[in-house]
């Protein structure tokens, strides 16, 4: 039992942690970070991820103020477009089928571009995201989906450099060392239950902020929750997230809130290892499909790959594709797509056939029914609308008509060989249940009233997204409300 109490513990060590660590110690609060990983596997799914970050800007003149050093060259050749509050709420309204909690989303929207700022003021880089988020088109890149930012280093820089500014400010982190329970007194959480290197031991603090990510890495709850054969779905990001912030909560009454039963997946290499690896964290990456078609096992088309920017798709179609027979499907692209594919799909460890011939093809698909495969390529190619001009740039309407399941865009023809196909599963990346909290992180309990003492930001947080997510909400998310449960547990340690 340690004594001395903190002002504020943390749980957690991903970029949600971090944004809360700092900001309660910039308000006089001392700060212990507890990470379950050790230190060469710390920051969560944060380490994991590309590092963009959904802003609202107004161009150019809004991205120089986050990255000073972009070149007048740069902008001349650069259509940065406009992300308004009035986008950002549609896009989290529309993708979520109007079920996000309209507070929490209002909240986002309107401190994100502040809160970049405010953790470039504290170390952190970033850069626009050329390549993933725009396409070059006759010399000029514009960027599509909302997404112009990203942190520099991607997800391992965000993390290193919050680690470092950790540091300077005189955050005491301790890793390998997994809380397990909440502790409560008389004036509500006063401490936090863990076990380090198998010893138990109870840390004592006026607030606790519980920022530990979702429950993606934890199997049994994946099937209980998701359902039936999430089991066998891979994990993209970090093992360490098990659902214990959650669970904590719930063990002293915190309020479930949003879509329990509803994930963040993706289309991913088929034979990925169980758990990301945080070292090439992009390697199962499938994500050229709106390029390609995609088929199951019966050799026919399952979904509309061209429905929308990859951004607004891509987190349902793990789902998609789970739900297939054998829970795998196949991405065919042919010559005209290749040069569209993103590089992960170059890298050793992809499930690849290639074919001078789509009969060839069909034959080294193997799981594949042959016949219907050939079929649906003829009755693609066939559908496809050749009159309007493809542009990946925008939603170019370059779709099929006629077909049982259309492509609503980017629909080329599959007919210039050499022809390749990737094989995919489901990939989890989080889950989208979670504690409710209010604007200001106060974690709710049933009758909707603030567990005192106790905060909660990032992946376990419920109620933001359903059914799918706007790539590049989470992190932005998780530094808005880290940000914030910073600086509310230290005014209630404060008190
Ligand atoms: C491959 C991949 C790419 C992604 N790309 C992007 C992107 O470009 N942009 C974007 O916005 N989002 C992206 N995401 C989603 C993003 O990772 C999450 O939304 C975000 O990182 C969540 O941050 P967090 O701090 O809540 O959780 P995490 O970063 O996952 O941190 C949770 C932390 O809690 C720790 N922990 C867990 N249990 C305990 C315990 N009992 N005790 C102590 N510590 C514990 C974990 O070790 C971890 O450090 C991506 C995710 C993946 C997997």
Redesign the pocket.
């Known amino acids: 039992m340690n004594d001395q109490p903190y002002d504020v513990v943390v749980?957690?060590?991903?970029?949600?942690?971090?944004?809360a660590a700092l900001s309660a110690r910039e308000r006089g609060a001392s700060v212990l970070v507890?990470?379950?990983?050790p230190e060469d596997?710390?920051?969560?799914?944060?380490?994991?991820?590309?590092?963009?970050?959904?802003i609202v800007h107004h161009g150019a003149d809004d991205i120089r103020k986050i990255v000073p050093d972009l070149t007048d060259e740069e902008i001349a050749r650069t259509d940065f477009g406009q992300y308004t509050a009035e986008d950002y709420l549609d896009d989290l309204g529309r993708i979520t089928q109007y079920y996000v909690d309209p507070d929490l989303a209002e909240t986002i929207v309107r401190n994100s571009t502040d809160t970049v700022h405010w953790m470039r003021e504290r170390g952190v880089k970033f850069m626009p995201n050329y390549g993933r988020q725009a396409y070059n088109v006759n010399g000029r890149f514009k960027f599509f989906g909302g997404?112009v930012i990203?942190a520099n280093g991607?997800?391992r820089g965000l993390?290193d450099l919050l680690y470092k500014a950790a540091d300077k400010h005189g955050i005491t982190v301790r890793c390998r060392?997994?809380?397990?329970h909440l502790v409560c007194g008389s004036n509500g959480v006063d401490g936090v239950r863990?076990v380090g290197n198998g010893v138990e031991d109870v840390i004592r603090a006026r607030a606790v902020v519980l920022?530990?990510?979702?429950f993606e890495a934890n199997r049994e709850m994946r099937t209980r929750y998701l359902g039936p054969g999430w089991d066998m779905a891979k994990?993209?990001?970090?093992r360490?997230?098990?659902?214990?912030?959650i669970q904590?909560a719930l063990d002293i009454g915190a309020q479930s809130y949003g879509q329990w039963s509803g994930c963040?997946s993706v289309a991913w290499e088929r034979y990925a290892p169980d758990f990301?690896d945080v070292e090439h964290?992009?390697a199962?990456?499938r994500h050229s499909y709106p390029f390609g078609i995609m088929v199951n096992a019966d050799g026919r088309r399952f979904v509309d790959e061209g429905a929308d920017f990859r951004n607004y798709t891509y987190a349902r179609y793990g789902r998609v594709v789970l739900q297939q027979p054998g829970s795998f499907a196949w991405q065919i692209f042919d010559q005209q797509a290749k040069p569209l594919l993103r590089d992960e799909y170059k890298l050793r460890g992809a499930t690849k056939v290639t074919a001078n011939t789509l009969e060839e093809l069909a034959d080294r698909m193997q799981d594949v029914h042959g016949r219907n495969f050939l079929e649906t390529v003829r009755q693609f190619n066939a559908a496809v609308r050749r009159d309007v001009p493809f542009d990946p740039n925008v939603r170019d309407g370059r779709c099929t008509v006629g077909l049982e399941v259309n492509k609503s865009n980017w629909a080329n023809p599959i007919e210039v060989a050499p022809f390749e196909a990737y094989s995919v599963g489901c990939?989890i990346?989080?889950t989208f249940g979670g504690l409710k909290i209010d604007t200001r992180t106060h974690v709710l309990d049933m009758e909707d009233a603030a567990i005192p003492g106790l905060y909660a930001?990032?992946?376990?947080?419920g109620g933001l997204y359903y059914f799918n997510y706007p790539?590049?909400?989470?992190?932005?998310?998780?530094s808005v409300f880290?940000r914030i449960a910073g600086r509310e547990a230290a005014a209630h340690a404060a008190r």
């Open positions: 749980v957690g060590g991903g970029n949600a942690a971090l944004c507890l990470e379950r990983a596997k710390r920051g969560g799914n944060s380490a994991f991820t590309g590092g963009g970050f959904r997404v990203y991607g997800g993390i060392t997994q809380a397990r863990v920022a530990s990510g979702g994990v993209r990001g970090t360490y997230n098990t659902g214990d912030g904590m963040h990301g964290p992009h199962g990456y990939g990346t989080f930001a990032g992946e376990l947080v790539g590049s909400t989470g992190l932005m998310a998780g880290g």
